[in-house]
């Protein structure tokens, strides 16, 4: 009774403790928001006064190229309910939460050392001929949307972009954008919008990648970055020891670098939740030819399949970087995807002192200008300073073709042949030096069936005069061509590869697949019932597996919630039973794989134990009613001399009545019933002995009275 009790305590504690994590596990994976505020689109919005009236809402700020509101609801409705109610409006074009926004950064590694990654990019064979323009007036502004920049850095403060427009520090809004003294950029969600001084004290987030970006080169002192002259814009929104913001923030922050004349805006954060309107907002950018470059992230997903705005958007100005280590390999933490990311940079950590990026920071008052940090955050700046200095060598250049010398440049590294879309890292030197090589982006669909299809491909350096297209040896059917976009067939049967345009410059991998293999496997394969199986699969496909679905043996196909590759099941009757898994990918192909499980009866009628007719009714002989019979005959029929011949005759006759009981199911639910007496009182022996004796009793004086009339009737 003591064991009980305790086992009965421990199972309390243990489902406490299971309730516990899984609140916490769904609050970690859930998206979090501002609480009553909402970004929507309206599709006409001089509409929207009806639709906000309805919702007793008000605009708390409205974006001048993007064309959405800033929502406050009322006191006490849920973002939750506000969405549903203006979702089901049909002006709305679309409505979401005001996501929260953090940095993307991991912990540090403190050791000063040098600036390995500079030399892995080739940075130094660049500088022997190029640092950048002779003024720094004349070089493109590079927008840090970040934590803030401290702009008293000397190793920073030479190459801050100022705006010309405002006087620093007299109070007034000179250039009448709303924000007083943004001199050196913008702070939205502070309390002082012209101040976007990087206060993060936990580790100086955007004066890490700034110095990346631009620290002064060649000065004798501290570090040096990717371009020695070149215009960071401070643009602050993130805020606090976390880096946390929200989606808000981070759109006043694109339209402010947009409309101050920004060329590229780094963007090393993460939002929590699938963002339209920051779509939209890479969109604006993209249509006022500004080049954004996102950090992948470091939660080592695949953005193939995983969702990690902004680097999965898909935007044909929006550049996604993953990070390397200081021995060309992937990061153990960096998010990947070969149709998603575009190239790796170097983001540390791999083996060696250093092994993350050293760079700027201000801590401490300023006691601190120099720290080691490693994530995709530090990945990102490299491509956005490689992007300045590029074109700030060919200032004629467009995004799109900034963007294709940086693809074409990349040094060809296994660690991402499979992981990335370009295939490499990072080349300073050979994008610097690359021509105006053909860049495919993107192509839509990038995973065909087997029947082929038609595809579309952008990107940049096509040629204004129609080409060739081609997948692995086979040339494709162009449909229609320009030199951004072209439209091409893809014939049955192509080999998988990547796509090239006029067989030169970057191309993308494209998937033609083939009917997906399944071998599923079965253990153990065969045993008496109650049998439990485990069932294990391999699937070879060359397209992505969408959806895995069982029959575990009863004829039907279900989707099995959590089992994708590996299933189980128990099996209580016995028979020959076939397993099939079907798989479908991404292209509609079906595979299906199968195994047979043979299930039988115990061996003798029951086997185990010798309750051979009991373990037939109940099919096993571990059941709970015949461990009570076994145990009935150990301790009470083999004690003694008839129970031990009641046992003998019973093993020598029993064995094939239990065999003919076991093939036949109503025999066996009859037998369960006749002997569900005598189990009732083994396991209630007091209650039974009171029965008997009240039978005996019934009888007796039944007995008697039967004496009695006969007796009368005698006299």
Not at 114 to 124: C, E, G, V
Request: proline share 5%; with cysteine; charged share 15%.
């Amino acid at each position: 009774m003591h064991r009980l009790n305790v086992l009965l305590v421990l199972l309390v504690l243990f489902l406490s403790a299971s309730q516990a994590f899984a609140v916490d596990f769904k609050a970690a994976l859930t998206p979090s928001y501002q609480q009553g505020e909402l970004i929507v689109r309206f599709k006409d919005d001089t509409k929207a006064g009806k639709s906000l009236s309805a919702a007793k809402a008000s605009t708390v700020g409205s974006f001048k190229r993007l064309k959405v509101r800033h929502i406050r609801l009322p006191s006490g409705t849920s973002v939750d309910k506000a969405l549903e109610q203006f979702r089901a409006d049909p002006n709305v074009l679309y409505a979401e939460p005001n996501y929260r926004v953090h940095k993307l950064v991991l912990p540090n590694d403190t050791l000063y050392g040098s600036q390995w990654n500079l030399s892995m990019i080739s940075a130094p064979a660049v500088w022997d001929r190029y640092t950048g323009p002779s003024e720094i007036t004349n070089s493109i502004i590079v927008a840090v949307l970040d934590t803030g920049v401290a702009y008293i850095h000397p190793e920073l403060s030479p190459n801050l972009w100022t705006n010309p427009g405002e006087i620093p520090g007299n109070g007034v809004d000179d250039d009448r954008n709303g924000i007083i003294d943004d001199y050196y950029g913008a702070n939205f969600g502070g309390s002082n919008p012209g101040n976007p001084w990087d206060d993060d004290t936990a580790d100086s987030h955007g004066t890490h990648l700034s110095g990346i970006i631009g620290a002064v080169g060649n000065n004798s002192a501290g570090v040096a970055g990717i371009n020695w002259k070149v215009r960071v814009m401070a643009v602050k929104f993130l805020h606090g020891p976390d880096g946390s913001g929200v989606l808000s923030d981070a759109l006043l922050g694109v339209e402010y670098a947009i409309a101050k004349g920004a060329k590229i805006i780094n963007m090393s954060f993460e939002v929590d939740g699938d963002s339209q309107s920051l779509r939209d907002a890479i969109a604006a950018a993209d249509n006022a030819g500004v080049l954004v470059v996102s950090a992948a992230g470091n939660s080592a997903k695949n953005l193939d399949s995983s969702m990690v705005c902004p680097a999965s958007i898909r935007s044909a100005n929006n550049t996604a970087v993953a990070a390397s280590t200081n021995n060309d390999l992937a990061a153990s933490y960096s998010n990947y995807g070969r149709h998603t990311v575009e190239l790796a940079a170097p983001g540390g950590v791999g083996t060696g002192n250093p092994s993350a990026i050293l760079s700027t920071v201000y801590l401490n008052d300023g006691a601190t200008l120099y720290r080691t940090t490693a994530g995709t955050s530090m990945a990102a700046p490299h491509v956005a300073g490689a992007a300045a200095l590029i074109w700030n060598a060919n200032p004629t250049l467009s995004a799109y073709q900034v963007k294709a010398r940086i693809l074409n440049g990349v040094d060809l590294v296994n660690a991402f042949s499979s992981t990335t879309i370009s295939g490499g890292r990072l080349n300073l030197n050979k994008a610097l030096s690359s021509l105006e090589l053909p860049a495919v982006f993107n192509v839509t669909p990038y995973e065909l069936p087997i029947s082929g299809g038609s595809v579309t491909i952008s990107g940049v350096n096509f040629g204004a005069l129609q080409g060739t297209v081609s997948l692995g040896s086979k040339l494709l059917t162009v449909i229609s061509w320009s030199d951004t976009a072209i439209t091409a067939a893809v014939p049955a049967y192509a080999t998988s590869g990547p796509l090239y345009v006029n067989s030169n410059g970057s191309g993308f991998p494209v998937t033609v697949a083939s009917t997906p293999e399944v071998v599923l496997t079965a253990s153990p394969a065969s045993g008496v019932t109650p049998l439990a199986v485990s069932f294990s699969a391999v699937v070879t496909a060359g397209a992505t597996i969408t959806k895995y679905e069982w029959d575990l043996g009863d004829g039907v196909y279900n989707e099995i919630s959590g089992s994708t590759t590996s299933a189980s099941k128990t099996y209580s009757s016995a028979g020959t039973y076939i397993i099939n898994l079907r798989v479908t990918d991404s292209t509609g192909q079906t595979g299906t794989g199968s195994t047979t499980v043979t299930v039988s009866a115990p061996a003798s009628g029951g086997g185990g134990g010798g309750c051979f007719i009991a373990t037939a009714a109940w099919g096993s002989y571990l059941h709970p009613k015949v461990l009570l019979l076994r145990a009935f005959r150990d301790h009470h029929l083999l004690t003694n001399a008839p129970g031990r011949l009641f046992v003998k005759t019973y093993y020598a006759v029993s064995p094939p009545i239990a065999d003919f009981i076991a093939r036949h199911e109503g025999l066996r639910s009859f037998t369960r019933w006749a002997l569900t007496p005598l189990v009732w009182g083994l396991e209630y022996p007091v209650v039974a002995v009171l029965l008997l004796l009240l039978a005996a009793s019934c009888v007796w004086v039944l007995f008697v009275s039967a004496r009695r009339m006969t007796n009368n009737l005698r006299v």
